[in-house]
């Protein structure tokens, strides 16, 4: 029902910043649990991000205080500020959205619960 689309990647050195943008169109959800994901070549998806329904966030330790998940539900675009990029952060990152009415899953940075709509990616590539 929604459609998604990533945008703001590319290729940075380490210690660098990019800001990614997903936006939504089409039928949105009132209440929507939505996210970040990545994947490396030969690895499998994970969560990054997500920004749940009252506005709390979630990340996974690996970018904890160096990245920022956002929202602007005025224009429905999520955003990915990614500060202090590390070459293992080099992946395709994915944004995801779905409803919820009663806030994101008790495990949302596990790409297996969710069931909404995705984006066809984005890549990011840090060097060293």
């Known amino acids: 029902q929604v459609q998604l689309v990533e945008s703001g990647g590319g290729s940075v050195q380490a210690g660098g910043s990019l800001r990614l943008s997903c936006a939504a169109s089409?039928?949105?959800?009132?209440?929507?649990?939505m996210g970040w994901f990545r994947q490396a070549p030969g690895k499998a998806r994970e969560g990054v991000a997500v920004v749940d329904t009252d506005g709390s966030t979630t990340y996974t330790d690996s970018v904890k205080g160096r990245f920022t998940i956002s929202k602007d539900n005025a224009n429905n675009t999520l955003y990915l500020q990614m500060n202090s990029l590390k070459p293992e952060d080099t992946a395709m990152y994915y944004c995801a959205a779905e409803r919820a009415d009663y806030g994101c899953s008790r495990s949302p940075l596990d790409p297996e619960n969710w069931f909404g709509s995705w984006g066809q990616g984005t890549q990011v590539t840090v060097s060293s």
């Open positions: 089409g039928y949105m959800y009132r209440s929507s649990c």
